[in-house]
């Protein structure tokens, strides 16, 4: 800081105030130390010999709180023709980067400072003095080595950090007719320079001056562009509006900021996820939140690296809530439902879903998706686990909860079926197929098979043969009687149930058909060419119709098996011979969980 200070006066040569000559430059001099530390801070300029750097002079930046020294007066004790020298002071604002000037210092002096020693890599030149003590020091900051263009002219921006007040420079672009650089975010201007190709050294005379120190220890108000990471440092902007690009979890918001100035606009370009955390990102709900584009929040800095997040607005003005308006996706392979703004998601299409997507996040794992028509949930025993470990196939309005299990992994926690059932129903005893057989043959369980019920008849006779008889396990089904008998059909053996078959028909045009078995199941008798059948009940019926009409059919039997029996050979009863022939026998199997 500035030494020594005066009062200030107004120098006057001429008038009724004029003063005398010792008075006069007496108050000059008191009037540009008061100036000074103000009309000289940051002030640009060549070298004492000039080189291909800008110089400037000291400067401070006020936060609001600290005030920071950057290249700051100090005095020190200086030693005839020495390279050290210890100096008093404040090392605020000093580095071995800075040019330090002062009676008598040679160049790569070393100065130890308050403890500290420093090499000071050019100092400003001067003949070796006698020693002196509190000798006045100044420390200025340039920039590195300026290259000239390699044709045409060109204009270097020499600017200072808003916040830290350190100097750098903006390269321009060559020309005919060179345009200034823009300022970056975060910096305050202080200098152009002037370049050709044949310059060689950066004299006052191509400096131009346009300090502008008004925003100096103050955020840009001008929203900046920063990417996102997973620590997203919204203080290194300079600015407190900034603009979030990219896709990247972010867990924290840096520690560059300043409590001076601690509140910052937020605006996200799409989506990504800001992750709670009680100390270091404090979110609204305590709960992680999905961005979307043009989103806005309002963030505190609390200073350690700790923000709250004080209000957070999305873009198309829904309420921060996890369950807010529900959201639309439409189906696909993985669908991802973590892109949503919330936790309620509307999912339509047919697209068969696989899995739900990694983008979710456990601290908020639970999701309600509703689906507006038919589509297949593909169970996974780990990506997508559903109820019963099976598929299923989605009505418009059914309704389901999921738990997020972290990398990609869901599970179906819950669910509210459009019909009402229940999704997983119990399969025991539920029909599966049945099959029928003509002709003798081998039966073996289809998948999911545990029991069966088998429905056997024997063959009709024919005109004049017997129809065959048929046998599957311990069913035994006679065939009927050739046409014209008049006895009752040959009994069914064995099974659960033991039921005769019928007789077959006469051919006799006058005559009755054939009696038919003595169960309400057994085999009718075939009609005679009067087409009445036989007197006796019967379930199955007989071939009926005109003369020569008469065959009759064969005798039945049925079993149900409450436990699969596994592979059966069988035989089918062929029909009886002659015209007409017999009803050929047969077979059906009906099988069930």
Not at 325 to 332: F, L, V, W
Not at 396 to 408: I, L, M, Q, R, V
Not at 543 to 557: D, F, M, R, V
Request: glycine share 16%; charged share 10%.
């Amino acid at each position: 800081m500035q030494n020594p200070v005066a009062t200030f006066a107004k120098p006057f040569s001429t008038g009724a105030n004029s003063q005398d000559p010792t008075t006069y430059k007496g108050n000059i001099d008191g009037d540009m130390a008061v100036l000074m530390r103000l009309a000289d801070a940051f002030a640009p300029h060549a070298n004492s010999t000039p080189d291909m750097r800008a110089y400037l002079d000291p400067g401070h930046v006020f936060t609001g709180t600290t005030l920071t020294e950057v290249g700051a007066d100090t005095t020190g004790t200086v030693t005839n023709a020495s390279t050290s020298v210890a100096i008093t002071g404040s090392t605020a604002g000093i580095s071995g980067t800075m040019l330090v000037s002062g009676p008598g210092i040679p160049a790569n002096t070393t100065a130890t400072i308050a403890g500290s020693t420093v090499t000071l890599s050019q100092a400003a030149s001067g003949l070796a003095v006698s020693p002196q003590t509190n000798a006045p020091l100044r420390f200025m900051q340039r920039t590195g080595v300026i290259t000239a263009p390699g044709s045409n002219s060109r204009i270097d921006r020499v600017v200072v950090d808003r916040i830290t007040g350190v100097a750098s420079v903006i390269t321009g672009t060559p020309g005919v007719t060179p345009a200034v650089p823009a300022l970056t975010a975060g910096v305050a201007p202080i200098a152009q320079i002037l370049l050709t190709s044949a310059t060689t050294a950066i004299t006052n005379s191509l400096i131009y001056d346009e300090r502008d120190l008004s925003g100096i220890g103050i955020p840009g108000a001008s929203q900046v562009t920063l990417a996102s990471a997973t620590t997203t440092d919204l203080g290194t902007t300079k600015s407190n509006n900034v603009l979030v690009s990219g896709t990247t979890t972010i867990t924290g918001l840096g520690s560059s900021a300043t409590t001076d100035s601690p509140i910052y606009t937020v605006t996200f370009s799409g989506s990504l996820t800001l992750t709670h955390n009680g100390s270091s990102l404090e979110l609204p709900g305590a709960a992680n939140i999905k961005t979307q584009a043009l989103d806005n929040m309002t963030a505190l800095y609390l200073g350690s690296g700790n923000w709250q997040v004080l209000d957070y607005q999305r873009a198309n003005g829904q309420a921060v809530s996890l369950f807010a308006t529900e959201t639309t996706i439409a189906s696909a392979t993985t669908t991802d439902v973590g892109s949503s703004n919330g936790n309620l998601v509307n999912i339509t299409g047919t697209t068969t879903i696989t899995g739900l997507g990694s983008s979710a996040v456990t601290a908020n794992p639970i999701y309600v998706t509703r689906f507006t028509g038919a589509l297949i949930l593909t169970h996974n025993a780990s990506s997508l686990i559903m109820p019963g470990a099976a598929n299923y196939t989605t009505v418009a309005g059914d309704t389901f909860y999921w738990k997020y299990e972290g990398s990609g992994n869901w599970r179906c926690v819950g669910y509210c079926l459009a019909s009402g059932q229940a999704l997983v129903q119990s399969s025991a005893g539920r029909f599966l197929r049945s099959t029928y057989f003509a002709s003798s043959s081998t039966w073996s369980p289809g998948a999911n098979c545990n029991s069966i019920e088998v429905e056997l008849w024997g063959a009709g006779g024919g005109q004049t043969g017997v129809g065959g008889t048929s046998t599957f396990d311990v069913l035994s089904c006679v065939g009927g009687q050739p046409c014209g008998g008049t006895a009752a059909g040959g009994a069914a053996s064995g099974g659960d149930v033991n039921i005769p078959g019928g007789a077959g028909g006469s051919t006799n045009a006058s005559s009755l058909g054939g009696n038919g078995g003595n169960s309400p199941r057994g085999g009718q008798g075939g009609q005679g060419a009067n087409n009445k059948p036989g007197d006796a009940p019967g379930g199955g019926s007989g071939n009926s119709g005109g003369a020569q009409i008469c065959a009759g059919s064969g005798g039945y039997s049925y079993k149900r098996y409450s436990s699969q029996p596994g592979a059966i050979s069988f035989t089918i009863g062929a029909a009886g011979a002659g015209t007409p022939i017999g009803a050929a026998g047969g077979c059906f199997v009906r099988e069930y969980t």
